[in-house]
Every structure is written in C-alpha cells, then in structure tokens.
C-alpha cells in the first residue's frame, strides 16, 4: 500500500469516527482530496486507492493534472481564489467551483460554461472570519448572492462554502462552522430552496466541521503529507 492510500484510509476512519459522534449517516460526508502542488502521479496514486475527486487551487497547474488524467473518471473542484481572465478555462475543465464570492464570477462561469457538459457545479463561499479572511462574501450578502446565481444557466448551486481562519480552539471551529450551518438554512428559508451542500473542513479541522454539518470536506496535507512549496 502507497502511503498515499494508508493516508486516505486514516482520513476515512476520521470521517467515519465523527460522522458517528455526530449522528451523522457515514455516507452524508463526501472527501474531497486537494491536490494542489502534487503532481499527477500522486493524484493518479490516490485514484487508484479509490478516491475519485480532486480539489485544485491553480488554473494553470490543474489544466496539466487533468489533462495527464483523462480517461481515469476522475471529478474536478476548483477551490481557489478565481479571476475572471480565468473562468474560461475553469468553466470547460472542472465539475465544480467552490470559491465563487461575486456574482461577476458566477456569471461569466454561467457564459463560458459548454453546452453540452452538465452544470457547473457552484458554491458560494462566505467569509465567515470577518477581518481576518480575504476572501469569501460578507455573510449579509449571501442570500441575495445566492439567489442571483440561482437563476443564471449553465450552473447549479449547490451550497455555501467557507475557510475559516486556522486555530486551534475546537469550540472556535465550531462557532465558525455553525455560522455557516446557518446561513444555508436562511437562505434555503428566504429562497424555498433545498442546498444541501456545505463545503467546510480541512485536515486540521474536519472533525469540527462535521459536528456542524459539512457535507464536502476539503483534505489535503493529511492525505499528500505537508506541501513543499506555496505558490
Ligand atoms: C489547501 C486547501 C485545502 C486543504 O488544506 P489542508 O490543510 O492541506 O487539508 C482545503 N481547502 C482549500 C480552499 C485549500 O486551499
């Protein structure tokens, strides 16, 4: 076994053990592996350990990987910050995109997206951190963001997505991931919705997402080991 498919497997009982403390159906909660800075054959390492979607940070560097991957069914996340000289390449290649903080964004992925691919899978991610995260919406504006991207072609939101800021204060996590929690649910009430995606929780804080309802976790260092450079 690589020691990328012992990682997955460690990250999966950690699911399983807090989807259990939770309450929580084991199946509620989707991995997603961030592959951002790992090469291809990494991903291709953990693909064959059975995990099937991939989270990338960088345009440029995820074009290459999936590429390098076709044919393996693998899904596609983009996760980090987007610009709009970036959203064509990102509407054509990827499944989904988590981090789409402003309607200009969501709308030019709605444009760009093709045709004859399905939705484009969104998230809008909100700062739930106040001033100590850049990115990411206030969270006043999520439901009249949320209902402005919900009525755009070519994509489907799917739910809120957050980072907060790192810490080590477990009841500091959970505050940050109720908060989003929350915010779903009044916009599912301003809106007669039904999103049922949140995107929260990371290698240092998944268990604490959980507790408050992640749908998707967002795990990199804990299956690849620690990144070697930062772009
Ligand atoms: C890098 C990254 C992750 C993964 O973080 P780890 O601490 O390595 O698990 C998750 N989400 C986003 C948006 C990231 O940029």
Redesign the pocket.
């Known amino acids: 076994m690589t020691s990328i498919a012992a990682n997955l497997q460690a990250v999966r009982e950690r699911i399983a053990t807090a989807c259990r403390a939770a309450g929580r159906q084991e199946g509620s909660v989707s991995l997603l592996a961030?592959s951002?800075t790992w090469p291809a054959a990494s991903v291709r390492d953990a693909a064959a350990a059975g995990q099937t979607a991939f989270?990338e940070?960088y345009v440029q560097e995820a074009l290459g990987k999936i590429t390098a991957l076709e044919g393996l069914g693998l899904e596609w996340h983009f996760?980090?910050p987007l610009q709009s000289n970036k959203t064509r390449a990102v509407a054509e290649n990827f499944d989904w995109v988590h981090s789409v903080d402003r309607l200009k964004i969501a709308e030019r992925l709605a444009a760009q997206r093709p045709p004859q691919l399905p939705p484009l899978n969104l998230c809008l991610q909100v700062n739930v951190s106040g001033e100590d995260s850049k990115s990411g919406c206030a969270p006043g504006e999520a439901p009249a963001l949320a209902a402005a991207i919900g009525r755009l072609p070519g994509v489907t939101l799917k739910g809120l997505m957050a980072?907060p800021e790192p810490s080590d204060d477990v009841a500091l996590q959970r505050r940050r991931f109720a908060t989003l929690r929350r915010l779903l649910d009044a916009v599912n009430a301003a809106q007669g919705t039904d999103l049922d995606t949140l995107s929260m929780g990371?290698?240092?804080d998944l268990e604490a997402a959980i507790m408050e309802g992640a749908t998707i976790v967002?795990?990199?260092?804990?299956i690849f080991g620690q990144r070697q450079y930062q772009k």
Do not use: F, P, Y
């Open positions: 961030v951002k989270g940070n996760i980090g980072i990371m290698s240092d967002r795990v990199g260092t804990a």
